[in-house]
């Protein structure tokens, strides 16, 4: 996952490699529509993914759980406490992002069971351009918390919402060939550097 590669997933390996200087990785980044063909064709033996898609011959399990959240300017919103409403972005031009999956559904059912309108004013690829291009323009979108966290800025932050846009982090592979002893015990490294992110910030 794109997103994941930013931070937590090169802190993980920088970990991990610590301990076990002797294994090599060899990192792809894949978007979800991508995901089955390369784990099928064998391009890849792991994955890691949001919201991982069914399939009869991949299995998978959750590492952690993980929230859509929004990305602005600090003071865009005022004040809002913990966690910015989600008819905050009624009626406003959000960055929106074309290639995220089920993911990308979180936000979508939600705003529809509220009877929230947003505008897309432009729509993305990823996550990374999104957080960037509401950067250069000082606009709004909603994208995963880690892309946010690799992104804010002291005049930009990122800002959990109410109702909560959840989604599952979860570790995928072919049912016929399950993580060996190392890749399991690099998930659990994994699963540790990704709790202590998420402890950390806002």
């Known amino acids: 996952m794109p997103s994941l590669a930013l931070d937590v997933i090169p802190q ?21 529509d991508d995901l089955v063909r390369s784990l099928i064709e064998r391009e890849t033996d792991l994955a890691i993914v949001y919201t ?7 299995t998978s399990a959750v590492l952690a759980q993980g929230e859509l959240v929004a990305f602005a300017p ?30 990308g559904d979180v936000l979508t059912r939600a705003a529809l069971e ?5 505008r897309e004013a ?3 690829q990823t996550f990374f351009i999104a957080a960037r291009l509401a950067q250069l323009e000082g606009g709004v979108t909603v ?14 932050n990122w800002f959990r919402t109410d109702p909560p846009l959840e989604f599952t982090i979860s570790w995928v592979t072919l049912e016929d060939r399950q993580p060996s002893k190392v890749v399991r015990q690099f998930l659990r490294t994994f699963s540790d550097v990704l709790e202590a992110v998420r402890d950390t910030g806002s």
Do not use: N
């Open 12 to 32: 993980a390996m920088a970990q991990f490699r610590r301990d076990w200087p002797r294994v090599t990785f060899e990192v792809h980044t894949h978007h979800h």
């Open 52 to 58: 991982p898609p069914p399939h009869p011959r991949l």
């Open 74 to 103: 600090a003071q865009a919103f005022g004040d809002v406490g913990d966690r910015l409403p989600l008819d905050q972005l009624a009626d406003r031009d959000l960055i929106g992002v074309a290639a995220t999956g089920p993911i």
């Open 114 to 118: 509220r009877g929230i309108a947003y």
């Open 122 to 124: 432009v729509s993305v």
């Open 143 to 156: 994208v995963d918390e880690f892309t946010a966290r690799a992104s804010q800025s002291p005049d930009f």
